[in-house]
T-cell receptor
Framework: GAGVSQTPSNKVTEKGKYVELRCDPI?????LYWYRQSLGQGPEFLIY????????DSGLPNDRFFAVRPEGSVSTLKIQRTERGDSAVYLC????????????FGPGTRLTVT | DAKTTQPNSMESNEEEPVHLPCNHS???????IHWYRQLPSQGPEYVIH???SNVNNRMASLAIAEDRKSSTLILHRATLRDAAVYYC?????????????FGQGTRLTINP
């Protein structure tokens, strides 16, 4: 079946601009996670949704970062006033229920801020 | 989340077994040991997990020390497609769905 998809696959933006990154989880998965991965590092947790609500947003680095999941399916990660340090691969993952041990990851969106 | 320690890199030959170690000396009684791997230009993928007993699945085996302070991921017969970064992660089973806390992982190179 279809896995987690993320769009766009690549995004280049200028410093100071606003960007939106989209994640389509596996159909029926209630839990959705966002991570970001800088070059040479492991993924770093940003935020976790259970249904429509953010259950844990402790990884969001500052208030320029915001994520929504209005209907409990697709999620959008929004970054305002982008900075060069925001350049990274942004990964989305989903799981079928809160206790499921396996998270399914998408291919990521590579964001480059120039 | 409890910390894990893995070698930065390892190298092996195709069709030979690979043993990837992980130390987690501060593991708690409710921590599950998870392994994920990340192939080049892809998102991480789940490999295996366990609590106390050794585990086997189609991808790998997980050997857990009796004191649970270390574990080893075993690839029985490595192929070139197994070249990836392997992450050993502890996840508290008592807290339900939780974020994954990735370290640096072990970069596995497979020689033909």
């Amino acid at each position: 079946g279809a896995g987690v998809s993320q769009t766009p696959s690549n995004k280049v933006t200028e410093k100071g601009k606003y960007v939106e990154l989209r994640c389509d989880p596996i159909s029926g998965h209630t839990a959705l996670y966002w991570y970001r991965q800088s070059l040479g590092q492991g993924p770093e947790f940003l935020i976790y949704f259970q249904g429509t609500g953010a259950a844990d947003d402790s990884g969001l680095p500052n208030d320029r970062f915001f994520a929504v999941r209005p209907e409990g399916s697709v999620s959008t990660l929004k970054i305002q006033r982008t900075e060069r340090g925001d350049s990274a691969v942004y990964l989305c993952a989903s799981s079928s229920n809160p206790g499921q041990y396996e998270q399914y990851f998408g291919p990521g969106t590579r964001l480059t801020v120039t | 989340d409890a910390k894990t320690t893995q070698p930065n890199s390892m190298e092996s030959n195709e069709e030979e077994p690979v043993h990837l170690p992980c130390n987690h000396s501060t593991i708690s009684g409710t921590d599950y040991i998870h392994w994920y791997r990340q192939l080049p230009s892809q998102g991480p993928e789940y490999v295996i997990h366990g609590l106390t007993s050794n585990v086997n699945n189609r991808m790998a085996s997980l050997a857990i020390a009796e004191d649970r302070k270390s574990s080893t991921l075993i690839l029985h017969r490595a192929t070139l497609r197994d070249a990836a970064v392997y992450y050993c992660i502890l996840r508290d089973g008592a807290q339900g769905a939780q974020k994954l806390v990735f370290g640096q992982g072990t970069r596995l190179t497979i020689n033909p």
